[in-house]
Nanobody, 110 residues
Framework: VQLQASGGGLVQPGGSLRLSCAASGYIFTRSAVGWYRQAPGKQRELVARITIGGSTNYADFVKDRFTISRDAAKNTVYLQMNSLKPEDTAVYYC?????WGQGTLVTVSS
């Protein structure tokens, strides 16, 4: 299984980005998927998670701003990020079981 994360970039505060995590195999139908992030000098932390059944949960610091979703047909999990803040700047990783994507950098700055 390989996970490919993409969609990061530079965005101004208040802006939006959509991250994608594409899997090489049908792991997303057999596993919960999480988006994590790691800012410089900080530990990796869970941002959002979606279960096999489609239930979602979010870290308090992104509630009402970020949305995780899954497209089974495309074997892809998304993270829609709205109202971005400078403190959201980090490398974002997707994870399913023991597999991790390579990370995609999100920079929120004016």
């Amino acid at each position: 299984v390989q996970l490919q994360a993409s969609g990061g970039g530079l965005v101004q505060p208040g802006g939006s980005l959509r991250l994608s995590c594409a899997a090489s195999g049908y792991i997303f139908t057999r596993s919960a998927v999480g988006w994590y992030r790691q800012a410089p000098g900080k530990q990796r932390e869970l941002v959002a998670r979606i279960t096999i059944g489609g239930s979602t949960n979010y870290a308090d610091f992104v509630k009402d701003r970020f949305t995780i979703s899954r497209d089974a047909a495309k074997n892809t999990v998304y993270l829609q990020m709205n109202s971005l803040k400078p403190e959201d700047t980090a490398v974002y990783y997707c994870n399913a079981q023991v597999w991790w994507g390579q990370g995609t950098l999100v920079t929120v700055s004016s």
